[in-house]
């Protein structure tokens, strides 16, 4: 089975709220990174956590540090340029690969 | 800054042709990885070298050859590509081994093929 698994998969919200996005994982991970891909097909990375929260701006992820076993990034005060599809991609220990999960699509209304 | 380019930006092919993707980096970073995305899924991992001439084998390697012919270049090759196939191919790179470093990705090949 897939060892990043993303949820939602799909997700629609109207500006101004604030949602959550999240991946778990099958195994241990040793770290985490968060991407958006925009409409062209840009991937653009907003976070890499070996543990614990990292913020920036509306953005902010967890990365579970006791368990390693799930990552989480949350949206504040959706904003139109926020849509895109969010993807997450952990990697194991001795490994120099990064699993994909197979992404969140976020669609901001106004 | 530094930037990742790949060519061509689209590339249409006939079946049982062999393509070529090329990927170049200016960060000079160690390792690269070359992926692939079906319209609306993720992302699977192809090949990826963590130094020159250095290979390793991803999830879909299987009718892909790759060559790190210096460490700022890393192309692909579909030795025989498959009718009606439709997909775009990421090249990525980050600094180092031992995954602690963000990576940065090329703005893709879309590759058609008739």
């Known amino acids: 089975g897939d060892q990043v698994e993303q949820s939602p998969s799909a997700l629609s919200l109207h500006e101004g709220t604030d949602s959550a996005l999240r991946c778990n994982f099958t195994t241990t991970m040793r770290s985490v990174q968060w991407f958006r891909q925009n409409s062209r097909g840009s991937l653009i990375s907003l976070f890499y956590?070996?543990?614990?929260t990292k913020e920036n701006g509306r953005l902010k992820s967890a990365f579970d540090s006791k368990e390693r076993r799930y990552s989480t990034l949350h949206i504040r005060d959706a904003q139109l340029e926020d849509s895109g599809t969010y993807f997450c991609?952990?990697?194991?220990?001795?490994?120099?690969?990064?699993?994909f999960g197979k992404g969140t699509q976020l669609i901001i209304q106004p | 800054g530094g930037i990742i380019t790949q060519t061509p930006k689209f590339l249409i092919g006939q079946e049982g042709q062999k393509l070529t993707l090329k990927c170049q980096q200016n960060?000079?970073?160690?390792?690269m990885y070359w992926y692939r995305q079906d319209s609306g899924k993720g992302l699977r991992l192809i090949y990826y070298s963590i130094t020159e001439n250095d290979l390793q084998k991803g999830d879909l390697s299987e009718g892909y050859d790759a060559s790190r012919e210096k460490k700022s270049s890393f192309s692909l090759t579909v030795t025989s590509a498959q009718k009606n196939e439709m997909a775009v191919f990421l090249c990525?790179?980050?600094?180092?081994?031992?995954?602690?470093?963000?990576?940065?990705f090329g703005s893709g090949t879309r590759l058609t093929v008739l």
């Open positions: 991609a952990a990697e194991s220990g001795g490994a120099d690969r990064l699993t």
């Open positions: 956590l070996a543990s614990g």
């Open positions: 990525a790179s980050r600094s180092g081994t031992g995954g602690a470093e963000t990576l940065y």
């Open positions: 960060f000079n970073h160690d390792t």
